[in-house]
């Protein structure tokens, strides 16, 4: 029995269609023309208590609207939701208490407030039983090293502990979900190291299902087995993540340093790109030839002093579908 | 039932907490008070040395009028409902609504803690008026009715206030007719001059809108120039006015709401 499941969900915005200039501005005051935007369409999909899921996909993809419609915020167009049971938009505050949510742009901490009146104030909101609340904050406290600022206000915090203390604010509750939006965006590389394993520490230890969406694919591939990924409103894959390593990641890179530099390098039927001389990279495609075939080749023509081989990084292989789309599986290595 | 209206108790404790960070403020709005006091005395002194007693209204009343209306917008020119507006602006109202609480509850128990707080701030504020002023005490029947008659009259204002902010979710900017109803509460309410003063057709107009609710009907109850025989007209149409923004302001919000469930944040 999957914890969410969503079928054919659908939503589209009106907006008004302006004019451009002071005029059209004007004018938009006046007579209003509305113009339909779909932001998501025939998003299917179910996750089991437990996992945790990547969801990506380029700016305006839909994720947002999906996160929102999850958390009830949102009405669909059509289609249904079902999440821990409940039709989230239904049943907004009772889907709340099984639920935490974290923004990386947004915070839900009182800005005002130190610290740990935020927490004091989220324990009541979620009614959260006194031991359970002590027990849960000393934990968050320890992992999160959050007590050299517990009295501090919100505001004077800097990106790092305030990410940190939304992330407790988002788990006091114990909730069966946490949505993550972009958590680590503009933190530092010791800051998203240690909010991604405060992620993989809650999923393993409380089992809770978390569906992240994120620009950074190293979050992914730390934390995440499945993927979905979402381009135009629609789900273009969905399934795990090294399949799409093995479907898209078919290119290699062979790295040769040649003897000397060799401006007009070629070799038939081999993608080349010119690094700084004498330095070469071949792109090949692991299904029709290998490596060493190509080592072979290069080295019956041309001196070489060093070679290396580079997997493709997750990073290109989904700018790669942004860009070109996901076809499924790969006709054939299409050779740029 | 308690755990059900704690958060909003923590709420209204949260808001008052919040506004008592902000020190320099309370020290500068009880300063500003005593010196708009004392301004008032000498304008008024000054009028009436060659005017005595306009439309009956003698001169230690009209102080007291002033004072007191003073002390009153210590609490009525609050906007208690400006965090929505705030929230709609920034867009984080969106955070509100993804957690388990009755969003317009949680502004209202927000809003009163504000209220309860800068309330208090009347007890050391009328201590300086008097350092500066005579006020005069009416007898405790009449203050009761005083008192009564600015409760509803404060209900009047947060209807409108959260009416006013709640068209910031079309317009998302509500400033300047924020700063156009400031100025309407204060003339057409008889919040600087008493309403007495104006011509009578006009004075009867803008009676009976629901401005003068706020300030004048509570401070002419006050100064005794509404007798007890007309506290029921009084009040009536100051009850009157709470049923009429109470429902617009319904309405409003829900749609508000609304725009935002099917709009998006």
């Known amino acids: 029995m999957p914890i969410i499941e969503t079928r054919d969900l659908r939503k589209s915005f009106r907006s008004v269609v302006r004019g451009e200039g002071l005029g059209g501005a004007v004018g938009a005051l006046f007579s209003r023309r509305y113009e339909e935007k779909v932001a998501v369409e025939n998003v299917n999909f179910s996750v089991e208590a437990g996992e945790v899921v990547g969801y990506i996909g380029p700016n305006g993809a839909g994720k947002s609207t999906t996160i929102k419609m999850l958390t009830g915020i949102l009405v669909p167009t059509s289609g249904t939701i079902e999440v821990a049971g409940l039709v989230p938009y239904e049943k907004r505050r009772q889907n709340a208490r099984n639920i935490g949510v974290v923004f990386g742009q947004r915070s839900q901490l009182y800005w005002d407030l130190p610290l740990r009146e935020s927490f004091e104030l989220l324990r009541a909101i979620y009614r959260v039983p006194r031991d359970r609340f002590r027990e849960n904050l000393a934990h968050f406290v320890e992992i999160l090293d959050l007590e050299r600022f517990m009295a501090t206000p919100v505001r004077q915090l800097s990106l790092g502990e305030r990410m940190r203390g939304d992330f407790a604010a988002a788990l006091l509750h114990d909730p069966k979900i946490v949505y993550l939006d972009e958590p680590t965006i503009g933190l530092d590389v010791v800051a998203k190291e240690a909010i991604r394993a405060f992620i993989a520490d809650i999923n393993k230890r409380l089992g809770t299902t978390v569906i992240l969406t994120t620009h950074d694919l190293a979050d992914v591939e730390r934390l995440c087995r499945r993927i979905i990924l979402i381009d135009e409103g629609t789900v273009i894959y969905d399934g795990r993540l090294e399949r799409l390593r093995d479907e898209y990641g078919t290119h290699r890179t062979l790295v040769v340093h040649l003897k000397d530099p060799q401006p007009d390098f070629a070799l038939p039927g081999v993608d080349v790109e010119h690094g700084e001389p004498p330095m070469v990279m071949l792109r090949f495609d692991r299904r029709t030839t290998t490596a060493e075939a190509l080592i072979r080749r290069v080295t019956e023509r041309y001196a070489i002093t060093d070679v290396a081989i580079v997997e493709p990084e997750m990073e290109d292989i989904v700018r790669r579908i942004y860009l070109e789309g996901y076809q499924k599986p790969p006709a054939r290595a299409t050779e740029a | ?265």
């Open chain 2, 1 to 265: 039932m308690f755990a059900a209206l704690e958060p909003y108790i923590q709420f209204a404790l949260k808001a008052m907490a919040r506004e008592a960070t902000y020190r320099f403020e309370v020290f500068t709005s009880i300063g500003s008070l005593a010196v708009r006091v004392y301004l008032l005395r000498v304008v008024w002194v000054a009028l009436y040395a060659h005017n005595a007693a306009p439309d009956g209204v003698l001169l230690h009343q009209i102080i007291t009028y002033s004072a007191v209306a003073l002390l009153m917008g210590l609490i009525l020119d609050i906007d208690q409902t400006s965090l929505l507006h705030d929230k709609l602006h920034d867009g984080s109202i969106v955070v509100d609504f993804m957690k388990p609480i009755s969003v317009p509850l949680y502004l209202f128990a927000d809003g009163t803690g504000e209220v309860l707080f800068h309330g208090a701030l009347i007890v050391p504020s009328l201590a300086i008026a008097l350092l500066i002023v005579h006020i005069d005490v009416p007898s405790a029947a009449v203050f009761g009715a005083f008192a009564l008659s600015f409760l509803l009259g404060y209900l009047v204002g947060f209807c409108l206030n959260f009416t006013l902010n709640c068209i910031a979710f079309w317009t998302l900017e509500i400033s300047a007719v924020q700063l156009m109803l400031t100025w309407v509460t204060d003339l057409l309410g008889g919040g600087i001059v008493p309403l007495l003063f104006f011509p009578a057709g006009f004075q009867q107009a803008i009676a009976s809108l629901p401005f003068a609710s706020m300030y004048s009907t509570p401070l002419l109850i006050y100064i005794g120039k509404i007798t007890p025989d007309h506290y029921l007209q009084a009040m009536g149409l100051q009850v009157f006015w709470i049923a009429v923004l109470g429902v617009i302001a319904t309405i409003i919000w829900r749609a508000g709401a609304r725009r935002v469930v099917v709009q998006g944040g």
